[in-house]
């Protein structure tokens, strides 16, 4: 069975940086690109970027560019979302998902940017 | 990028009746290999996404034949022959085919 499990979520203060790390199983998580997708309070689907197998190919969605760092560990079947400079915008729920088709979803978790 | 269009927004339907969603791209999905990469997707209430159909008109493993997809081009559209009380949620149409990957903005979709 495909399970994906995000964590590393929370209250984060407007400025400050956050790591979400997603813990893939049940798949040979080196052979698929990875994805994450977000979705703001009772808002719909943004899609913010996904890599390769091998990393050499990182893409993002170009208005979250310089926020956002897509990064895995193949060794530890582990995605990660490095996210700097915070501010209220990004307060969502963010999913990683196995791509590039999105076939399947994370439970999601919950990223809170206030003071 | 490409701008996907669903409609309605909202949709009432009793149990048993069919249901029809609509999506529109802004430009044609048919990418460079001839394939067409627009998705259906369920968001059931607090859970995470889930895809239903692939390439317009696959259906994904264990979903069922009351499901379907159909279309091409820029016009796209999901139905539901009879509704059950478990497809309550909203739809989200995606496509693949152009970068970025952008979503439809939702049907919601309320049992009657």
């Known amino acids: 069975e495909v399970k994906l499990v995000e964590s590393g979520g929370g209250l984060v203060q407007p400025g400050r940086s956050l790591k979400l790390s997603c813990a893939a199983s049940?798949?040979?998580?080196?052979?698929?690109?990875m994805g994450w997708v977000r979705q703001a309070p009772g808002k719909g689907l943004e899609w913010i970027g996904e890599?390769?197998?091998?990393?050499?190919?990182?893409n993002y969605t170009p208005s979250l560019k310089d926020k956002f760092t897509i990064s895995r560990d193949n060794a530890q079947n582990t995605l990660y979302l490095q996210m700097s400079k915070l501010g209220s915008e990004d307060t969502a729920i963010y999913y990683c998902?196995?791509?590039?088709?999105?076939?399947?979803w994370g439970q999601g978790v919950m990223v809170t940017v206030s003071s | 990028d490409v701008v996907m269009t669903q409609t309605p927004v909202s949709l009432s339907v009793a149990i048993g009746q069919p249901a029809s969603i609509s999506c529109k791209s802004s430009?044609?999905?048919?990418?460079?290999?001839?394939?067409?990469?627009l998705n259906w997707l369920l968001q059931r209430p607090g859970q995470s996404p889930k895809r239903l159909i692939y390439?317009?008109?696959k259906l994904d493993s264990g979903i069922p034949d009351r499901f379907s997809g159909s279309g091409s081009e820029t016009d796209f559209t999901l139905k539901i022959s009879r509704v059950e009380a478990d497809d309550l949620g909203v739809y989200y149409c995606?496509?693949?085919?152009?970068?970025?990957?952008?979503f439809g903005g939702g049907t919601k979709l309320e049992l009657k």
């Open positions: 049940g798949f040979s998580f080196n052979d698929y690109w």
């Open positions: 995606l496509q693949g085919t152009h970068f970025p990957q952008t």
């Open positions: 390439l317009v008109s």
């Open positions: 890599i390769n197998q091998d990393s050499s190919t990182i």
């Open positions: 998902a196995r791509a590039r088709y999105l076939d399947y």
């Open positions: 430009q044609s999905l048919v990418g460079t290999s001839g394939k067409t990469y």
